[in-house]
């Protein structure tokens, strides 16, 4: 159908809102790999005073209509932290993101986008890197490999159809994340465990897990050792106190003190390394819907979580140590660790890593050397404006 059949209208309302929620779960319903979100979440990322990314970035979210009938939607925003970072680290001044695209067919997409570009040129803006949903934490590029199987707790699937409409309106990849898996029930190469071991006897050296106990402390020495650890890195975009706090909140439940690891050297922290057993894999058969009885699932899954997949999302180590040999000893002593405790606490026998830069060799390498391979790929587009 034409474009000429198509209104494209900003959300104003609660009930746009609900609205804007809802045609993910109606457009991605037959997709087998596509995990629903529980709608109360993907409402809160939407609301200012619920999701802190408001408070530095102007969003406007639109809805596509033919008639009467919702097909699509899409998200504009202008993240300002993200605009005061370097040029050359990717962000930087005059830079807009689209995000949260959705659409049911090519002239849908092509509108979305089209007016989510002329809101970013209105507030100013001079190129567009997208698709971000929103922040550069939460979901950000479009899936362009892996289309096969289900995306692991926080991270995005789309149809490959989007990356289609994406390019065919002249947006040039700017960067690819990768994620990797690997089979955590065999051990490590001979020389990555010869490396760990002598981490072992390295007296200088300790690998403890996070103190729930002290959780508010131990979640803000994380998020600090992490702005400091990505800090040169493409994208980067740091962490305000509120969106630490709202992430501690948000990843308490499903934090275990003995699948975080934070690594000290001589007595000072100074790495760390995420990991989350799959939430997905319990939400999926839910369809985004904690009633009737999905809570009652999701409780008794929340107490003693039993998984096939980890996810490490994040890890880091301070920029004084990045160059240093000591920097992927760590990780490799932290990974290991990890995965003892996943497989005999939990029943994980699959490790996803990521995502991780294409171009960040270090951490390449380390997830190269313990024998793990590229299973999803996701592409951030820009374009000028």
Same mark, same amino acid.
């Given at each position: ?13 609660k009930a ?38 408001? $408070? ?9 209509? +033919? ?23 990717? *962000? ?17 997409? /092509? ?7 002329e ?7 001079? +190129?567009?890197?997208?698709?971000l ?24 699937h789309?149809? /490959?159809?989007? /990356?289609?409409? !994406?390019?065919?309106?002249?947006y ?13 029930? #065999? ?14 006897r390295?007296?200088? !050296? ?16 994380i998020?600090?050792i992490?702005n ?19 992430a501690? %909140?948000?990843? %308490? ?6 699948? !975080?690891?934070?690594?000290e ?13 799959? #939430?997905?894999?319990v ?5 985004? %819907? ?6 009652i ?12 997949? *980890?996810r490490?999302?994040? #890890? ?6 990045q ?6 000893q ?28 294409? $171009?960040?060799?270090?951490m390449?390498?380390?997830? /190269? ?5 590229v ?8 374009k000028?404006?």
């Amino acid at each position: 159908m034409a474009k000429a059949d198509l209104f494209i209208t900003p959300v104003e309302t609660k009930a746009e809102r609900a609205a804007f929620v809802d045609l993910a779960y109606r457009l991605n319903a037959d997709d087998p790999a596509w995990v629903a979100p529980l709608r109360m979440e993907a409402l809160e990322l939407i609301t200012p005073g619920k999701n802190p990314f408001f $408070d530095h970035a102007d969003v406007q979210l639109f809805l596509a209509r +033919r008639g009467d009938a919702v097909v699509g939607r899409i998200s504009a925003h202008i993240d300002h932290l993200a605009t005061a970072q370097p040029a050359e680290q990717g *962000m930087g001044p005059g830079t807009g993101n689209w995000g949260l695209l959705e659409a049911e067919d090519e002239a849908v997409a /092509q509108a979305l986008i089209g007016r989510a570009e002329e809101w970013l040129r209105e507030k100013g803006m001079t +190129r567009v890197l997208a698709p971000l949903s929103m922040s550069i934490w939460e979901e950000p590029g479009q899936l362009t490999r892996g289309f096969d199987h289900s995306p692991t707790v926080m991270m995005g699937h789309q149809p /490959q159809r989007y /990356q289609h409409y !994406i390019e065919a309106l002249e947006y040039k990849p700017a960067k690819l994340l990768n994620t990797y898996e690997l089979d955590i029930t #065999m051990p490590f190469p001979p020389l990555i465990e010869r490396i760990i071991q002598s981490g072992e006897r390295n007296a200088k !050296i300790r690998i403890r897990g996070v103190d729930k106990s002290r959780f508010d402390a131990e979640a803000a020495l994380i998020l600090h050792i992490l702005n400091d650890a990505w800090s040169d890195n493409w994208g980067f975009v740091p962490f305000t106190d509120r969106e630490i706090a709202y992430a501690g %909140k948000k990843f %308490k439940p499903i934090v275990r003190e003995d699948l !975080i690891m934070i690594a000290e050297y001589e007595g000072q922290p100074v790495a760390f390394m995420m990991t989350l057993p799959d #939430m997905n894999e319990v939400l999926k058969p839910m369809r985004g %819907k904690l009633f009737p009885f999905g809570w009652i699932k999701l409780l008794a899954w929340l107490r003693k979580p039993k998984v096939r997949t *980890m996810r490490v999302p994040l #890890m880091g180590v301070v920029k004084q140590h990045q160059s240093s040999r000591l920097a992927s000893q760590l990780a490799f002593m932290m990974i290991e660790f990890i995965r003892r405790n996943a497989v005999t606490r939990y029943g994980a026998t699959r490790g996803e890593i990521g995502w991780i830069l294409d $171009d960040n060799q270090g951490m390449n390498a380390i997830a /190269q050397a313990i024998d793990s391979h590229v299973n999803k790929e996701y592409t951030i587009y820009a374009k000028a404006l």
